[in-house]
Nanobody
Framework: QVQLVESGGGLVQPGGSLRLSCAAS????????IGWFRQAPGKEREGVSC????????YYADFVQGRFTISRDKPQNTVYLQMNGLKPEDTAVYFC???????????????????????WGNGTSVTVSS
């Protein structure tokens, strides 16, 4: 069964950090782009960051550049999103999703409302509040 499972969300104070995980099962991420998206209440889903598993290139939306870091653990078939310097406006449900790198470029989704990925996880909730 092909699936993505996110974990690592929670409640954190402004300025704090969280590390989100996106574990893939039933398929290998070797030829995919893996994007992290978020959706805040009442807002559209937006692309936060993306990694191309084939060439390891990474991309970030302007609103997280310098604060978030995306990485991949190939043996664990897992992608991480390290989030530092969290702000209340980062509060959202965070999703990971994949698509073949030959069909989707990371630039297509970061900072945009993009829904054309093939496999989506169910999301993990992040709340930034004092």
């Amino acid at each position: 069964q092909v699936q993505l499972v996110e974990s690592g969300g929670g409640l954190v104070q402004p300025g704090g950090s969280l590390r989100l995980s996106c574990a893939a099962s039933g398929f290998a991420l070797d030829y995919d782009v893996i994007g992290w998206f978020r959706q805040a209440p009442g807002k559209e889903r937006e692309g936060v960051s993306c990694i191309n598993a084939y060439d390891s290139s990474t991309y970030y939306a302007d609103f997280v550049q310098g604060r978030f870091t995306i990485s991949r653990d190939k043996p664990q078939n897992t992608v991480y999103l390290q989030m530092n310097g969290l702000k209340p406006e980062d509060t959202a449900v965070y999703f990971c999703a994949t698509a073949p790198y030959l069909r989707v470029h990371c630039r297509t989704l970061v900072g945009r409302h993009y829904y054309g990925m093939d496999v989506w996880g169910n999301g993990t909730s992040v709340t930034v509040s004092s």
